[in-house]
């Protein structure tokens, strides 16, 4: 066999070789869709992990992970607001010592929190404060004070907070939310009232 092994047979040889894998090449650049099977296709053979798109990607099924937190609009998961004043004077009737306003597109539940600074002025005193919705009163008022003597220290006011949740959603629209305090007992008033809120859910 070696007699009849010539440069001409190897030369011809090694040019069907090329020509077979040069065209394997040419078929494997051409493959598309229509060549692979659904699903068979896995992130080890996307080059440079870009492969794959938005529109590629089947709604809510990726996770944390392959989410890069800085591209999301936190205002489509929850809206926030808060405020906060120097002081309230109270009287015998409630009034709104801090308010706020939040913009709901969906119908949402929404978690406020209120605190603030009961301070007595010349003697005891007493007050109570409750979270308002729209001007409506929600239940279980705060109600802070002392029964026997005064307290005109500001670094030693009574602190307080208040929370709630509403049960109920809140219609889309702009809403008010307050702190509505008033004087039970004494002259006092109420010192840095804040308050915020998280609607959830208001997309």
């Known amino acids: ?24 090449a040419y078929a494997v650049d051409k493959i598309n869709s229509h060549d692979v099977v659904n699903g068979s296709i896995r992130s080890v053979d996307l080059k440079n992990h870009k492969g794959v ?15 890069d937190e800085q591209q999301l609009n936190g205002g489509a998961i929850a809206r926030v607001t808060g405020s906060e004043n120097d002081l309230c004077v109270l009287a015998m009737a409630p009034r709104n010592c801090v308010t706020v306003t939040l913009s709901l597109v969906n119908a949402s539940h929404v978690l406020v929190i209120a605190t603030g600074n009961q301070e007595s002025l010349g003697g005891p005193g007493q007050a109570s404060c409750r979270i308002k919705i729209d001007g409506h009163a929600q239940p279980l008022a705060v109600n802070p004070g002392e029964a026997g003597i005064d307290n005109t220290a500001i670094t030693a006011t009574n602190g307080f907070a208040r929370t709630f949740f509403s049960p109920n959603t809140l219609s889309p629209g702009t809403h008010v939310l307050a702190l509505a305090c008033e004087r039970l007992k004494g002259n006092v008033r109420i010192d840095s009232p804040t308050i915020a809120a998280v609607a959830v859910g208001a997309g």
């Open 1 to 24: 066999m070696s007699r009849h092994l010539t440069y001409a047979n190897v030369t011809a040889t090694i040019a069907l070789i090329l020509a077979i894998g040069g065209g394997a």
């Open 53 to 67: 798109r938005g529109v590629d990607v089947k709604r809510d099924s990726l996770t944390g992970k392959q989410i």
